[in-house]
């Protein structure tokens, strides 16, 4: 088992900036990537961003170029640098863990952070 707690979630300003954490514990090793996902309210959970194991990311192309996923394997965190936050950003955004083999596919999810957009 893996078990997966975010922080960092808030409010922002449009073109502000915010960054969420994802700890990680447990299982880790089962898995080879973590990502994260959000969900705004009557929409899809989509997929954000995803970083493996060896630092290989990919991006929804809604974030691409303002986004950044990175992780400190030594401290099992994987982090979400949001800049130039837009106001279709807001969500609860989900910090999850599993394997990438051509797909993404996560096994184990946080319960989420809220991450709001306002002026």
């Known amino acids: 088992q893996v078990q997966l707690v975010e922080s960092g979630g808030g409010l922002v300003q449009p073109g502000g900036s915010l960054a969420l954490s994802c700890a990680a514990s447990?299982?880790?090793?089962?898995?080879?990537?973590m990502g994260w996902h959000r969900q705004a309210p009557g929409k899809q959970r989509e997929l954000v961003a995803t970083?493996?194991?060896?630092?290989?990311?990919n991006y929804a192309d809604s974030v691409k170029g303002r986004f950044t996923i990175s992780r400190d394997n030594a401290k099992n965190t994987v982090y979400l640098q949001m800049n130039s936050v837009k106001p279709e950003d807001p969500a609860v955004y989900y910090c999850?863990?599993?394997?990438?083999?051509?797909?993404?596919?996560?096994?184990?999810w946080g319960k989420g952070t809220l991450v709001t957009v306002s002026s």
């Open positions: 999850n863990a599993g394997i990438l083999l051509g797909d993404y596919r996560p096994d184990y």
């Open positions: 447990g299982s880790i090793f089962s898995t080879n990537a």
């Open positions: 970083i493996t194991s060896g630092g290989y990311t």
